[in-house]
């Protein structure tokens, strides 16, 4: 089959203000990013992050033991977005404006676990259309009842582009989650394309 590109991605370091009650603390399986070299064939593995907006300045939290990740896939998290939820459209609009050379995708902008409500959607769409950066449909926010459901549907339906992501963090989860994704769309009536 020749080489082909497979990304590696894990959700960056994060950091504890002096001013905050939280701490995020990388996993055990960020030790050692070398451990993430393929060795059993020859599809080049590349690394990537899900970088946490962190405030309304679009600044991302993306590096992982001080490495630079190859892409950004851009992400709104309630824990790690520093300032008053009410700017997170800003945060994520500015971020888009600001890092769009390295960004590949907005992950899950309609989540409600993750600030979804103070989102204006169709803000989003259009700066991520103006960009050309493709939104998330995130199968684990559908199937977990997270998805704000008018707003996932506006991606859907004025997105430029739309990637499908299990979210999976297993192997089962990976071809489950992907499949619910998928039957939504068709549920939808929305055509797929490769």
Partial sequence: MGNRLKPFRDTGTGYKPSNTSFAYYPSGARYSLGGWQNVHNDVEVIFGVEGDIINEQ????????????EFILLALHWEFYLWSPETATLGIVNAIKRHHKEIVCVCHPYDKYHLGEYID?????????QYHIPLELNAKTLHSGNAIIEKLDYVLANANEIYVNSDAHTLRGMKELRKSAFEYLKHKRYSLSE
């Fill in 121 to 129: 959607i169709q803000q989003v769409v259009e700066v991520a259309n």
């Fill in 58 to 69: 679009g600044d991302v939290c993306c590096e992982i033991q001080n490495s630079k990740p």
